[in-house]
Structure formats: structure tokens, C-alpha cells
């Protein structure tokens, strides 16, 4: 990934955005520190797209069927029973 100062970010922009779409995600720091990530939007709708339902993740998932699950409970009161 590509480290681009703030200034050299702000001045070159769309240089940034060029090398964002051809190269990847581009870093901008500010005092030497990474403050922001610069994208393409087709990374971008790859990251949030997703159209999978919660009921076809949970089908999906290998334990589906597995009856001999155990989940501890946490045995602490509530927060109304804490007086």
C-alpha cells in the first residue's frame, strides 16, 4: 500500500484516486501517523456488499444440526436483581 503525506494527498488528489482504482487502497498520514485509507468504489461495494440473509449464513454454518451444543450461561444477577 501506497503512503501518501496529507499535504501530497490534498495536492495530488486525483493522482490518489488513480492509483486508489489501479493499485488498491491507498494510506494518507498525517504527523507520520495513517489517518485515512483512500478506496476505489469497486473495492468499496466489494467490502459492504453482501447479499447473504442471516437464515442462509446460520444454514450454512458447519454446526448446523449438531444437537449435543452447550452454551454457559453467565449466572450473574440482572441489573434490576443487583439491589
Same mark, same amino acid.
Given at each position: 500500500?501506497?503512503?501518501?503525506?496529507?499535504?501530497?494527498?490534498?495536492?495530488?488528489?486525483?493522482?490518489?484516486?488513480?492509483?486508489?482504482?489501479?493499485?488498491?487502497?491507498?494510506? /494518507?498520514? %498525517?504527523?507520520?501517523? =495513517?489517518?485515512?485509507?483512500?478506496?476505489?468504489?469497486?473495492?468499496? #461495494?466489494?467490502?459492504? *456488499?453482501?447479499?447473504?440473509?442471516? /437464515?442462509? %449464513?446460520?444454514?450454512? =454454518?458447519?454446526?448446523?444440526?449438531?444437537?449435543?451444543?452447550?452454551? #454457559?450461561?453467565?449466572? *450473574?444477577?440482572?441489573?434490576?436483581?443487583?439491589?
Amino acid at each position: 500500500m501506497r503512503k501518501w503525506q496529507m499535504q501530497a494527498a490534498k495536492a495530488r488528489f486525483s493522482e490518489v484516486v488513480k492509483y486508489a482504482q489501479r493499485e488498491g487502497p491507498q494510506d /494518507v498520514t %498525517f504527523h507520520g501517523r =495513517s489517518v485515512a485509507v483512500l478506496i476505489s468504489r469497486d473495492t468499496y #461495494d466489494k467490502l459492504i *456488499s453482501n447479499d447473504q440473509t442471516l /437464515v442462509n %449464513f446460520m444454514n450454512k =454454518s458447519p454446526l448446523r444440526g449438531a444437537e449435543n451444543l452447550v452454551f #454457559d450461561r453467565d449466572p *450473574s444477577l440482572t441489573r434490576e436483581e443487583q439491589i
